[in-house]
């Protein structure tokens, strides 16, 4: 399945949290991931997310079965470009 | 349909992209909207949304036809309950 999370977390967990989700998806933009991933995979990656997380985080998972049914649209400069050469 | 736009925008447009967005969508968590919204009206929101652009930003749409295939779940907390009572 296709996958979309977004993340608005403290300060501090902020780094912990991009790092975790960098083991799984693909970082676009700043605070959004996306990717392919198995259920067990991501059943896997949100347990992880949660030891990481506080309760006053907010993290979004966007769930697509299959990616043909969703369309992305990039207006302005596409971020993830860039991150293909960190 | 049903689409998420998040945006990663210099500093100096968030205020102008997210009262923008705030007159066609749902403010969801912070550079996250979301929403059902017609084809006409979104050409209308992405055309008044790149005049507020400038090119180093980046905006990202994702569209979906039927909001049946995407789920969303939330982990943590959900910002737009609290935006409700805004």
Redesign the interface.
């Given at each position: 399945m296709f996958v979309?999370i977004?993340?608005?977390?403290g300060e501090k967990r902020v780094g912990k949290v991009c790092k975790k989700l960098r083991e799984y998806l693909d970082w676009?933009?700043?605070?959004?991931f996306e990717g392919e991933i198995t259920k067990g995979t991501l059943t896997r990656c949100?347990a992880e997310?949660?030891t990481i997380?506080?309760?006053?985080?907010?993290?979004?998972?966007?769930?697509?079965?299959?990616p043909r049914?969703?369309?992305?649209?990039?207006?302005?400069?596409?971020?993830s470009f860039y991150t293909m050469f960190l």
């Open positions: 979309i977004t993340y608005d977390v676009t933009q700043n605070s959004v949100l997310l949660k997380m506080d309760e006053e985080d907010s993290v979004y998972l966007y769930k697509v079965e299959n049914n969703l369309v992305k649209e990039v207006l302005g400069t596409d971020r």
